[in-house]
């Protein structure tokens, strides 16, 4: 048996197999494990290796931690495109120094997610143009890579589909499903009126996932001109209520930046 932590030698041969029927018979096994990453790079992996001389264990090691990064790698992906993005948007495209209204230390220890961890809510609150969509985005992916089940939608999208679902008798079933999710964004939040039946199932949504999960929104509204999209004043304040309790709230302010890039590069 070979010695733990003895090098890597370019002659040896597994049970005493060519070289060709070595990688065949690797490529078999990984084929019938599920490893497609030690597949496909072991070949490149074991002439780096021999070449470095570096030892048996090391070489294990590495082709482990390889199909261990992809894998966690094809998660993340598989969590963000589930999701429902409409568009990728990351923290570090973000530009401060466009919006000095919004803390990029504050923005920055939302990113860690201990927020979607302990089931806090999150609003962003500002005009058109101030970033809240883009750091919506941004954290609820962040989210997404760090092992969280997340959902994006819009206000509109989600209240329409809870109306069908409640049409379909299929309510529960679908507010269920949107309280399974760790982080539910909803964007546009406040951009049109809702009536009193969607806004009561909105608040259903809210209601399943208080303490207990995360709800982040984007709103072009201060919270108190939320009564122009919940005409009811007594849900409005529980809505409100919902959606602030022991959570976090960035105002992106009212000057848009994307207006002022626009007007920027046209002149």
């Not at 994006?152 to 109306?163: D, F, P, W």
């Not at 007594?234 to 994307?258: K, N, P």
């Amino acid at each position: 048996m070979t010695r733990k932590g003895t090098a890597l030698m370019t002659t040896s041969r597994p049970r005493g197999l060519t070289e060709q029927a070595a990688e065949s018979a690797t490529d078999s096994a990984c084929r019938m494990l599920k490893l497609p990453t030690i597949r496909t790079k072991f070949t490149d992996m074991a002439e780096t290796a021999a070449r470095e001389q570096m030892t048996y264990t090391g070489f294990l090691a590495e082709l482990l931690m390889a199909e261990c990064d992809d894998r966690a790698r094809r998660r993340s992906e598989r969590r963000i495109k589930a999701a429902g993005f409409p568009r990728q948007k990351s923290l570090r495209e973000f530009d401060f120094e466009a919006n000095p209204s919004i803390d990029p230390a504050v923005v920055h220890t939302l990113g860690s997610c201990e927020w979607v961890k302990k089931g806090q809510p999150l609003c962003l609150i500002g005009d058109s143009g101030t970033g809240k969509s883009h750091l919506l985005i941004a954290l609820g992916t962040e989210a997404a890579m760090n092992g969280f089940r997340v959902k994006y939608t819009l206000a509109t999208k989600l209240v329409n589909e809870l109306v069908e679902a409640s049409d379909d008798k299929q309510l529960g079933k679908t507010i269920a499903r949107y309280g399974r999710v760790d982080l539910l964004c909803i964007d546009e939040l406040g951009y049109m009126e809702l009536d009193r039946r969607g806004a009561e199932l909105l608040f259903q949504v809210l209601t399943e996932r208080e303490e207990k999960n995360s709800v982040a929104i984007a709103s072009n509204e201060s919270f108190g001109g939320w009564t122009k999209t919940f005409t009811d004043p007594r849900l409005c304040a529980a809505i409100v209520d919902r959606l602030t309790f022991g959570g976090a709230i960035i105002e992106t302010g009212t000057d848009s930046y994307r207006l002022a890039q626009t007007r920027a590069a046209a002149s």
